[in-house]
């Protein structure tokens, strides 16, 4: 009777191996410490919401820097224009970027994120300083950021060293662009890292700028102007 019950509970915990488990342990075996936690362990509430809300890229993935600009006084409008740094971005372009750090982290990279979803009013203060369309989205259009499917980002280390990308974020010059060949092999080699996996996770280039990344089909969602919660 006590063997029969010990060969039934073994069959049960063979047979019945949770499947999120087998998903993790799989996704251990490419890389132990630092793989991005996969999607399917995330609270089912959270992945149910429908693809166009708007979703805090924190409360998703754990493997991620940050250095949101725009909540600090550097950067190009030399002021902070974010009460607080988050990075909302629509699930979908956070499910889109997790499939990216995934890969980044195999290869012993992590993405540092610059800037997600921008309030529209956020976009009239840029567009005031710096009116060209090649380096900031015309607000009457509105940015790709204003609909909550664009990312700034870089690379890094597991340490958080950010990869040599040849400028600084927001350099508005032509060496930020992407077809800009003056530049060492290192800085090449680390930007067509991001564009390659940033591309095959399912984000298009912005010619002028290497670390400016739009969800494909982005621009059919709505411009938005909320502001995000910093009491929470
Ligand atoms: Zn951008």
């Known amino acids: 009777m006590k063997y029969s019950l010990l060969i039934l509970c073994l069959t049960f915990l063979t047979a019945c191996k949770n499947p999120k488990e087998a998903v993790y342990s799989d996704a251990l075996l490419s890389n132990t410490n630092y793989i991005e936690e996969n999607a399917t362990l995330l609270d089912a509430a959270k992945m149910n919401l429908s693809d ?54 195999k290869l012993g990279y992590k993405i540092k994120v610059y800037d997600c979803y921008r309030p529209l009013d956020v976009q009239k203060k840029m567009w005031a300083i710096v009116n060209n369309p090649t380096y900031v ?29 040849g400028t600084s974020f927001d350099h508005f010059g032509p060496e930020a ?26 984000f298009k280039t912005f010619a002028s700028e290497w670390w400016h990344y739009n969800l494909a089909n982005a621009s059919t969602m709505p411009v938005s102007n909320f502001t995000w919660d910093c009491k929470k």
Not at 55 to 75: C, R, S
Not at 138 to 164: M, Q, W
């Open 52 to 105: 166009t809300t708007f979703v805090n890229l924190k409360e998703y993935g754990k493997d991620f820097f940050y250095d949101m600009k725009y909540a600090t006084a550097d950067n190009f409008l030399k002021t902070q224009v974010y009460d607080c740094p988050e990075c909302y971005l629509r699930l979908k372009t956070v499910k889109a970027l997790m499939k990216a750090n995934q890969e980044f982290v």
């Open 137 to 165: 989205a015309d607000p009457a259009k509105g940015s790709i950021h204003n609909r909550g499917g664009a990312v700034d980002i870089t690379l890094t280390d597991y340490s958080g060293n950010e990869l040599d990308m």
């Open 177 to 202: 662009a992407h077809d800009y060949k003056n530049l060492s092999a290192e800085v090449i080699a680390n930007r067509k890292l991001l564009k390659t996996i940033m591309q095959k996770s399912g």
